[in-house]
């Protein structure tokens, strides 16, 4: 593989994980921010406006994913997607938690 592919395993991860924060605030109802609230990323965005932003990110890590050729055959490929979910994992608990302070 490519060293393109190896960073949209990455990127996958990151789009893929994003998507759920926003997906569960967005359908249960629940004001949650995103880069469209005021100020970007500290406001509180509507719960249509969230489920967008995770439709947008599970699409974005769709295709990265499928561009990045994630298998079980490439363990860099397949390790670097994992590094991508713990690393957003990791700055989504660090950021919201300063928001919700």
Not at 11 to 37: D, W
Request: aromatic share 18%; glycine share 12%.
């Amino acid at each position: 593989m490519k060293w393109y592919h190896y960073l949209a395993c990455f990127f996958a991860g990151l789009f893929l994980v994003n998507t759920v924060p926003h997906f569960i605030h967005g359908v249960s109802g629940e004001m949650f921010p995103t880069p469209f609230a005021n100020p970007p990323g500290k406001g509180l965005s509507s719960p249509v406006i969230n489920v967008f932003w995770a439709l947008g990110n599970l699409a974005a890590g769709y295709i990265l994913f499928r561009a990045g050729r994630v298998s079980k055959a490439d363990k860099w490929g397949r390790g670097l997607f994992y590094i991508g979910i713990a690393a957003m994992s990791i700055m989504l608990s660090f950021g919201f938690s300063q928001i919700n302070r």
